[in-house]
């Protein structure tokens, strides 16, 4: 080596010495936290690595000053060594520092100029030597790379044994399993693939002229405040890291379209600067998760625009005006005007069928319009309400598809049981349908004029520059006032039915109840293609009958893979919305108040699609949807008719049962025993085909808190009555007379729990049986099993009814104490003398 070369690497071993010794005694006096302290300053690479590098230093000056060649092969050894070790400490430090801060440094950290020591000067000085001043190496690469993997594998053994059981690793990264830490610097960062995709997108062909192509003066909308905007789709592992994923779109504030905890995947409206962020923060937070990235929408601006009518039509519409029928109502979405419009129309077209119903007003002052659909509604023989199917839809603006569909539903009904079908014919002679197509009138009007994607109403709140309510968060069942501001997409108001539509609807349910008993209860959303049950506030919490509700929603899952071929998720609304993780998400929400305020089952359907347009379903896709949901509405409708109908609503109070039992011919006693013994389990009773079968419960413990009595109507063409359970009690009520064999009183398929029978009519116990009645015996034994009691088929029951009732009768007359105990031990008395009798 020349001279010149000698005293250049002679300095600058000479500077390395000096500095990086200076560095690593600064850091070798720092304070480490109680969870490192056990592991010291050698655990961290960095330092072993200096240790290493100023090794070699010391080595290389040594051979320059006394020109040692013994020295040469050792200090290209170690030099082989020094690079490997401070190449991974320099380029992971400095990868991590940038884009994943938390993943290399918890606090602080260090001085700058610290910072560069000892993670940037020892990698510079070491290349500087290398290509400068070192001599060709005489080490070969086998050796060079034996050592670098010695030295890797003996750097985790001295963490394995100082880093305690109950600590943590030096480096946060290290604090994932031995999978994840393998491939956490194998995989793009998915900032980085984010960027790729929305630089490089799919070559996805239009359906219609670019809006590019058209002079912004034809635009729908201003389509200019979509630009930079995409929807894009992360997909998880797990369902704790789906969590991780809404957690993080909450905090800041990332419009979340979609999410789903069956397909674990999340849709986000994000811009290119936003979606890098809540990237890089997932990152963060999740370590070596193996999360992937699609994109769902990458031209939002087109995407939008392809949803309005196109020019054309709306001039090939005003030359034939609006029409009733299928192939032109249903080519493509419409605003409020016209669908207003085509209520009209549908009305005058069928007069004796429909009738527009007003709710009210919202806060712009738009009407809210019912419809309700009944072959008898001039039927003087139609003596007491029938049951009826309610279904709402855009009850959230930009949600058009379900508008479309319910409108779909509509005139199918009318027009199936105008051209004779036999089913149309069965539903609307047997069943009222009460529609809400539009339940967000503003906000619907809003996405047409100005913003495509808007959700809430247009309602004023507390801050002046943000308008909106979230509708279906404003109802006043689990109704929580959430921190969000009014700014953001699901701001539920400050109180329960803030919102005015909500208040509108609630008013309106209260006042028509007697004339619209509600015996199901659809709300159309989009989009997922999943079905769901209550409840969405909490899952900790168990519907009244969650067996049948399950059993129906599967109904309707099959009705549509029948119809078209599409599979829709069954689930529990809370599963769906994560209530449990955000319970603000899944509060005030109209599936919750109608199944436990109004309706005695209750779903949401969220239609097409799954992600490849969201929203944004081109209108091509009304009609099928409409079809495939419009089989769901038959197959629930079917199941509503065949079905048992409450006669009293579970969540009455005291008060108002007794007030409806004394109205049915029921003895007060008996209903005032009735309320007050112990709270009931909900067994199921259900029709297959003509043939009924006892069954005994597929479960007894569903979990959650229940009413306290369970009532359930029986119909006959003879006759009707009701069944009450409890737990202490099975009550049978019916007319004097009325014939057990023609009852389908025999045909339920029932699992009972009861501990009590008693046949009563008029409000006394039954007079000695007839030969008529004397056939309810006759299908009913009472077998004693692990203290359930089981009826059976075709057997004599060992005891008269009369008997027994007059013995309960006995046994419950006398003084009543309104104290609910007392009653309680009354009624078990009264089940003691009957169960001894029946054994």
Same mark, same amino acid.
Not at 217 to 225: A, M, R, V, Y
Not at 272 to 279: I, P, V
Not at 619 to 648: D, F, L, N, T
């Given at each position: 080596?020349?001279?010149?070369?000698?005293?250049?690497?002679?300095?600058?071993?000479?500077?390395?010495?000096?500095?990086?010794?200076?560095?690593?005694?600064?850091?070798?006096?720092?304070?480490?936290?109680?969870?490192?302290?056990?592991?010291?300053?050698?655990?961290?690479?960095?330092?072993?690595?200096?240790?290493?590098?100023?090794?070699?230093?010391?080595?290389?000056?040594?051979?320059?000053?006394?020109?040692?060649?013994?020295?040469?092969?050792?200090?290209?050894?170690?030099?082989?060594?020094?690079?490997?070790?401070?190449?991974?400490?320099?380029?992971?430090?400095?990868?991590?520092?940038?884009?994943?801060?938390?993943?290399?440094?918890?606090?602080?950290?260090?001085?700058?100029?610290?910072?560069?020591?000892?993670?940037?000067?020892?990698?510079?000085?070491?290349?500087?030597?290398?290509?400068?001043?070192?001599?060709?190496?005489?080490?070969?690469?086998?050796?060079?790379?034996?050592?670098?993997?010695?030295?890797?594998?003996?750097?985790?053994?001295?963490?394995?044994?100082?880093?305690?059981?109950?600590?943590?690793?030096?480096?946060?990264?290290?604090?994932?399993?031995?999978?994840?830490?393998?491939?956490?610097?194998?995989?793009?960062?998915?900032?980085?693939?984010?960027?790729?995709?929305?630089?490089?997108?799919?070559?996805?062909?239009?359906?219609?002229?670019?809006?590019?192509?058209?002079?912004?003066?034809?635009?729908?909308?201003?389509?200019?405040?979509?630009?930079?905007?995409?929807?894009?789709?992360?997909?998880?592992?797990?369902?704790?890291?789906?969590?991780?994923?809404?957690?993080?779109?909450?905090?800041?504030?990332?419009?979340?379209?979609?999410?789903?905890?069956?397909?674990?995947?999340?849709?986000?409206?994000?811009?290119?600067?936003?979606?890098?962020?809540?990237?890089?923060?997932?990152?963060?937070?999740?370590?070596?998760?193996?999360?992937?990235?699609?994109?769902?929408?990458?031209?939002?601006?087109?995407?939008?625009?392809?949803?309005?009518?196109?020019?054309?039509?709306?001039?090939?519409?005003?030359?034939?005006?609006?029409?009733?029928?299928?192939?032109?109502?249903?080519?493509?979405?419409?605003?409020?005007?016209?669908?207003?419009?085509?209520?009209?129309?549908?009305?005058?077209?069928?007069?004796?069928?429909?009738?527009?119903?007003?709710?009210?007003?919202?806060?712009?002052?738009?009407?809210?319009?019912?419809?309700?659909?009944?072959?008898?509604?001039?039927?003087?023989?139609?003596?007491?309400?029938?049951?009826?199917?309610?279904?709402?839809?855009?009850?959230?603006?930009?949600?058009?598809?379900?508008?479309?569909?319910?409108?779909?539903?509509?005139?199918?009904?009318?027009?199936?049981?105008?051209?004779?079908?036999?089913?149309?014919?069965?539903?609307?002679?047997?069943?009222?349908?009460?529609?809400?197509?539009?339940?967000?009138?503003?906000?619907?009007?809003?996405?047409?004029?100005?913003?495509?994607?808007?959700?809430?109403?247009?309602?004023?709140?507390?801050?002046?520059?943000?308008?909106?309510?979230?509708?279906?968060?404003?109802?006043?069942?689990?109704?929580?006032?959430?921190?969000?501001?009014?700014?953001?997409?699901?701001?539920?108001?400050?109180?329960?039915?803030?919102?005015?539509?909500?208040?509108?609807?609630?008013?309106?349910?209260?006042?028509?109840?007697?004339?619209?008993?509600?015996?199901?209860?659809?709300?159309? !959303?989009?989009?997922?293609?999943?079905?769901?049950?209550?409840?969405?506030?909490?899952?900790?919490?168990?519907?009244?009958?969650?067996?049948?509700?399950?059993?129906?929603?599967?109904?309707?899952?099959?009705?549509?893979?029948?119809?078209?071929?599409?599979?829709?998720?069954?689930?529990?609304?809370?599963?769906?919305?994560?209530?449990?993780?955000?319970?603000?998400?899944?509060?005030?929400?109209?599936?919750?108040?109608?199944?436990?305020?109004?309706?005695?089952?209750?779903?949401?359907?969220?239609?097409?699609?799954?992600?490849?347009?969201?929203?944004?379903? +081109?209108?091509?896709?009304?009609?099928?949807?409409?079809?495939?949901?419009?089989?769901?509405?038959?197959?629930?409708?079917?199941?509503?008719?065949?079905?048992?109908?409450?006669?009293?609503?579970?969540?009455?109070?005291?008060?108002?049962?007794?007030?409806?039992?004394?109205?049915?011919?029921?003895?007060?006693?008996?209903?005032?025993?009735?309320?007050?013994?112990?709270?009931?389990?909900?067994?199921?009773?259900?029709?297959?085909?003509?043939?009924?079968?006892?069954? +005994?419960?597929?479960?007894?413990?569903?979990?959650?808190?229940? +009413?306290?009595?369970?009532?359930?109507?029986?119909?006959?063409?003879?006759?009707?009555?009701?069944?009450?359970?409890?737990?202490?009690?099975?009550?049978?009520?019916?007319?004097?007379?009325?014939?057990?064999?023609?009852?389908?009183?025999?045909?339920?398929?029932?699992?009972?729990?009861?501990?009590?029978?008693?046949?009563?009519?008029?409000?006394?116990?039954?007079?000695?049986?007839?030969?008529?009645?004397?056939?309810?015996?006759? !299908?009913?034994?009472?077998?004693?099993?692990?203290?359930?009691?089981?009826?059976?088929?075709?057997?004599?029951?060992?005891?008269?009814?009369?008997?027994?009732?007059?013995?309960?009768?006995?046994?419950?007359?006398?003084?009543?104490?309104?104290?609910?105990?007392?009653?309680?031990?009354?009624?078990?008395?009264?089940?003691?003398?009957?169960?001894?009798?029946?054994?």
């Amino acid at each position: 080596m020349s001279s010149i070369r000698s005293k250049l690497s002679l300095t600058l071993s000479y500077a390395v010495l000096l500095a990086g010794g200076f560095a690593l005694n600064v850091v070798f006096h720092i304070q480490l936290p109680p969870d490192l302290a056990k592991g010291g300053h050698i655990q961290f690479l960095t330092n072993l690595a200096m240790i290493v590098t100023l090794f070699y230093f010391s080595l290389n000056a040594v051979h320059q000053l006394f020109e040692i060649s013994s020295l040469a092969y050792a200090r290209q050894f170690i030099n082989s060594m020094a690079i490997s070790v401070e190449f991974i400490v320099s380029f992971v430090y400095w990868g991590l520092r940038l884009v994943s801060r938390d993943l290399i440094l918890k606090g602080p950290g260090v001085p700058l100029w610290l910072d560069l020591l000892i993670h940037a000067m020892p990698f510079a000085s070491l290349l500087t030597d290398y290509f400068f001043f070192m001599d060709p190496w005489t080490v070969s690469k086998k050796e060079a790379l034996v050592t670098t993997f010695l030295l890797a594998n003996g750097y985790w053994f001295l963490l394995d044994r100082v880093v305690p059981a109950e600590g943590r690793f030096p480096y946060p990264f290290l604090d994932v399993d031995n999978f994840h830490r393998a491939i956490i610097f194998s995989v793009p960062p998915l900032d980085a693939k984010f960027l790729a995709l929305i630089d490089n997108p799919a070559n996805v062909q239009s359906e219609s002229t670019h809006y590019s192509s058209l002079h912004p003066d034809n635009w729908p909308i201003d389509l200019s405040q979509y630009h930079d905007q995409y929807v894009v789709r992360v997909h998880a592992d797990t369902k704790q890291q789906l969590d991780g994923l809404l957690l993080a779109a909450h905090e800041q504030n990332v419009s979340i379209w979609e999410s789903s905890r069956t397909k674990l995947f999340i849709d986000l409206l994000v811009s290119r600067d936003s979606g890098s962020q809540y990237l890089q923060t997932i990152q963060t937070r999740l370590p070596g998760s193996s999360l992937d990235l699609s994109l769902v929408v990458h031209d939002l601006p087109q995407a939008v625009f392809e949803t309005f009518p196109a020019a054309d039509d709306l001039d090939e519409e005003q030359d034939n005006d609006i029409t009733v029928q299928t192939e032109l109502f249903f080519k493509r979405y419409r605003d409020l005007n016209t669908i207003y419009q085509w209520f009209d129309l549908l009305v005058d077209t069928y007069p004796d069928l429909l009738t527009v119903e007003w709710i009210g007003q919202t806060f712009e002052g738009r009407d809210i319009k019912a419809l309700r659909l009944t072959a008898h509604k001039d039927n003087p023989s139609v003596t007491e309400p029938l049951k009826t199917l309610v279904i709402t839809s855009g009850i959230h603006a930009r949600e058009w598809i379900s508008v479309s569909t319910s409108c779909y539903i509509l005139f199918k009904l009318l027009q199936d049981f105008d051209s004779g079908k036999k089913k149309a014919k069965k539903f609307l002679n047997n069943m009222d349908f009460l529609f809400l197509p539009v339940m967000n009138p503003d906000g619907y009007e809003h996405t047409w004029s100005s913003d495509r994607l808007w959700r809430k109403n247009k309602q004023e709140t507390y801050n002046a520059a943000c308008f909106g309510i979230d509708i279906d968060h404003s109802f006043n069942f689990h109704f929580t006032r959430s921190d969000e501001s009014p700014c953001g997409e699901d701001y539920p108001g400050e109180g329960a039915f803030e919102s005015l539509e909500s208040n509108a609807w609630d008013n309106y349910l209260n006042q028509t109840k007697h004339d619209h008993p509600i015996y199901g209860y659809i709300d159309l !959303h989009s989009y997922a293609e999943e079905i769901l049950y209550p409840y969405a506030f909490t899952c900790s919490e168990t519907p009244r009958d969650e067996e049948n509700l399950i059993e129906l929603a599967y109904g309707l899952s099959q009705s549509i893979r029948l119809s078209t071929g599409k599979s829709y998720t069954v689930l529990s609304a809370c599963e769906d919305k994560g209530s449990d993780l955000l319970p603000s998400m899944g509060a005030g929400s109209a599936l919750d108040y109608m199944y436990h305020n109004k309706a005695y089952w209750a779903f949401v359907l969220k239609l097409r699609d799954t992600g490849s347009h969201g929203f944004l379903l +081109p209108p091509k896709y009304i009609v099928p949807v409409g079809k495939e949901i419009y089989s769901s509405i038959k197959s629930s409708s079917s199941w509503a008719i065949q079905s048992i109908e409450p006669c009293v609503n579970l969540d009455w109070s005291l008060d108002q049962n007794e007030g409806y039992l004394d109205g049915s011919q029921v003895s007060r006693w008996a209903s005032k025993w009735i309320t007050a013994t112990f709270p009931y389990t909900l067994w199921r009773a259900r029709r297959w085909g003509s043939k009924m079968e006892w069954s +005994p419960p597929r479960a007894t413990s569903l979990g959650g808190p229940v +009413p306290s009595t369970a009532f359930l109507r029986l119909s006959s063409s003879s006759s009707n009555a009701c069944v009450i359970w409890s737990s202490a009690s099975l009550l049978s009520i019916g007319d004097t007379g009325m014939s057990p064999q023609s009852s389908t009183l025999a045909q339920f398929w029932y699992g009972l729990m009861p501990a009590l029978v008693v046949a009563v009519s008029n409000g006394t116990p039954m007079t000695p049986m007839s030969k008529s009645s004397s056939g309810l015996s006759r !299908h009913l034994v009472w077998f004693r099993w692990a203290n359930v009691w089981t009826p059976v088929k075709g057997h004599s029951s060992p005891h008269s009814w009369s008997k027994v009732g007059s013995e309960l009768e006995t046994n419950l007359s006398g003084s009543w104490n309104e104290d609910a105990e007392a009653m309680a031990a009354m009624a078990e008395r009264a089940t003691e003398s009957f169960i001894t009798k029946m054994v």
